[in-house]
């Protein structure tokens, strides 16, 4: 059964950074793109960053351009993503979810259940 | 753009048919055959339902179909059910190698 397990979410001020990790089960990860997707409290979905199957593309929303980093560790079934520069508007649910194919152009077959990020002072 | 637009509610009758529609550009949905669509129930996690404009994942019902004509792409539920009620939500990959998510639409079954 594939699983999906984020973790890192918590409170944070403006400004400061926080680490955010996904644990996979169940599948071969080192076969598949991953995806960070978002979704405010009451609000629609968006797309965050995806990472090709060896971590050699990576894709971000112009939104977090720059102050975000996706990354993984195939050996550890693992994703991250590492965010810096935080902001209020950066606040929502953040899902993991796996590529159907390895590809970026992959869509996401399964999500984990979330974490929360909560960016205010 | 940063979205695709849906409309923002869709309401049909048990056992009718709706279609859910979804408008980009020549970027995104005009431009590549990679279109999915996402089923999400309220607390629930998104359901992939279709992928690369009309494949259905293993599982889902056969009720469900997509379409793409120009830069619309299309979800049409057939034999509406009440299980079916839930937000609904596209996706394109788009020229600058991102993804973009449609405004999601409510749908309501009578």
């Known amino acids: 059964e594939v699983q999906l397990v984020e973790s890192g979410g918590v409170g944070v001020q403006p400004g400061g950074s926080l680490r955010l990790s996904c644990a996979a089960s169940g599948f071969i990860f080192a076969d598949n793109a991953m995806h960070w997707v978002r979704q405010a409290p009451g609000k629609g979905l968006e797309w965050v960053s995806v990472?090709?199957?060896?971590?050699?593309?990576?894709s971000y929303a112009d939104s977090v351009k720059g102050r975000f980093t996706i990354s993984r560790d195939n050996s550890k079934n693992s994703l991250f993503l590492q965010m810096n520069s935080l902001r209020a508007e950066d606040t929502a649910l953040y899902y993991c979810?796996?590529?159907?194919?390895?590809?970026?152009?992959?869509?996401?077959?399964?999500w984990g259940q979330g974490t929360l990020v909560t960016v205010s002072s | 753009q940063s979205a695709l637009t849906q409309p923002a509610s869709v309401s049909g009758s048990p056992g009718q048919s709706i279609t859910i529609s979804c408008t980009g550009t020549?970027?995104?949905?005009?431009?590549?055959?990679?279109v999915s669509w996402y089923q999400q129930h309220p607390g629930k996690a998104p359901k992939l339902m279709i992928y690369?404009?009309?494949n259905r994942p293993s599982g889902v019902s056969l009720r469900f179909s997509g379409s793409k004509s120009g830069n619309t792409a299309s979800l049409t539920i057939s034999g509406l059910q009440a299980e079916d009620e839930a937000d609904y939500y596209c996706?394109?990959?788009?020229?600058?190698?991102?993804?973009?998510f449609g405004t999601g639409t409510k749908v309501t079954v009578l």
């Open positions: 690369d404009v009309s």
């Open positions: 020549s970027s995104d949905i005009g431009g590549y055959n990679y």
């Open positions: 979810a796996k590529g159907l194919f390895s590809t970026v152009t992959s869509p996401f077959d399964y």
């Open positions: 990472i090709s199957w060896d971590g050699g593309r990576t």
């Open positions: 996706t394109s990959y788009t020229s600058s190698n991102t993804l973009f």
